[in-house]
């Protein structure tokens, strides 16, 4: 995704964000102490769904050249979901002959939309009622049905219920929009908050794809906690990461058990954040915890599955006293308020206790 990806990134280095930045830095000369959080976690975890939480919370909302940029992520997102849907149909055996035309329609008008402005104006009203009829075939519903199957983006069924929105002059994303979207984090993104009088906090955004995960450990030094994010409802789906195809919960256990057992983080307390409850629901109703776990006995309602996966990042994690887990789904702007306050709490307790002890 590199164009989207790196005007979002320019966005972060030059845009609003380097104005925060250094209204930021005056701010913080005046606080006595900078909490350091960095993110963690594989890649699609939801660790920049947090990120933007956070920024909406302590800016006021995206700026109109935020939603400008997001807008061509978005049209970026939609382009990819077609095309995952119909790589999808090829993988799974569904025959996509009778809708390739369609989906190269699709693909050369919303390849034009990415570049477009926002007065700028295509067509839309026949191209919304061929993605939508599109959407609406048995053809993409059977390939959806099997979603966890194939590789496609969260965000496909919130975009494609909302093209007669998406798809018009003068489209501006909501704020829900924007959370929806997803350009992978190629380098690292921060953004620092008034966390109490005196005291700020800055939050450390990471890519979660190996090559940039490699970044972390320039991070590392005086941190007041790791928030791990692990995507709950990988446990039925795999990813590719260094070209190797994973289960996508067994890879974020194993890249959490890699990072807790760095000698820079062993002070560190580690708050871990079982995302996309809401996919993991869905997906549970059919899919048994046990396809991933076989060790799972069950009964395969959410909280039992739930709390087998929270016993393995605690058998993962050898300092008990310095971890703290907490699901959530952060596409939720009140859930992702009330976890941060939780959880940032009792890092702040951790961290006086670990004081206390040395
Ligand atoms: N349904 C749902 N989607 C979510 C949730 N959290 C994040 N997403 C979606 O998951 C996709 C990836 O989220 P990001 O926050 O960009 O993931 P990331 O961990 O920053 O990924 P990298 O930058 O590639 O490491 C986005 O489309 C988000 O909208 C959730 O709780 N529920
Ligand atoms: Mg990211």
Redesign the pocket.
């Known amino acids: 995704m590199g164009t989207i990806t790196s005007q979002v990134k320019k966005f972060g280095n030059n845009g609003s964000m380097s104005r925060g930045a250094s209204a930021v830095s005056t701010r913080q000369q005046q606080a006595d102490v900078e909490l350091r959080v960095l993110l963690l976690g594989t ?2 975890a939801g ?3 947090v ?1 933007k939480q956070l920024q909406m919370l302590h800016k006021s909302g995206f700026t109109e050249r935020h939603r400008l940029l997001y807008r061509h992520v978005i049209y970026f997102n939609v382009n990819q979901i077609f095309k995952e849907l119909l790589d999808g149909c090829v993988q799974l055996g569904i025959d996509s002959s009778a809708i390739e035309p369609q989906i190269a329609e699709i693909t050369v008008y919303l390849s034009k939309m990415e570049g477009k402005t926002q007065t700028q104006n295509l067509s839309s009203s026949h191209i919304v009622e061929v993605m939508k009829d599109l959407w609406n075939s048995s053809v993409l519903q059977q390939c959806f049905a099997r979603r966890n199957e194939i590789r496609l983006l969260d965000s496909c069924e919130f975009f494609l219920s909302e093209l007669n929105i998406i798809i018009r002059m003068g489209y501006s994303p909501t704020t829900d929009d924007i959370l929806r979207a ?4 190629i380098g690292t ?1 921060e953004f620092v908050f008034p966390f109490r009088p005196g005291l700020e906090a800055r939050l450390i ?4 794809l190996a090559i940039a995960r490699r970044q972390w450990v320039n991070y590392a030094n005086n941190l007041a906690a790791v928030f791990y994010v692990c995507d709950l409802s990988g446990y039925c789906r795999t990813v590719e990461d260094d070209g190797v195809e994973k289960n996508s919960l067994h890879h974020s256990l194993a890249v959490f058990k890699e990072v807790e057992e760095s000698p820079l983080l062993k002070k560190t307390p580690f708050v871990v954040l079982l995302n996309k409850t809401d996919l993991f629901d869905t997906f549970l109703s059919s899919l048994p915890l046990s396809t991933c776990m076989p060790d799972f006995e069950g009964p395969n309602d959410p909280f039992s599955a739930e709390a087998f996966i929270r016993d393995h990042f605690l058998a993962a994690f050898s300092r008990k006293s310095a971890i703290y887990i907490h699901s959530t789904s952060a596409i939720n702007a009140q859930g992702v308020e009330k976890m941060i306050i939780d959880t940032m709490k009792v890092v702040m307790k951790k961290m006086k206790s670990n004081q206390s002890m040395e």
């Open positions: 890649a699609g660790k920049t769904t990120f997803y350009a992978t984090t993104d955004d990471v890519g979660g």
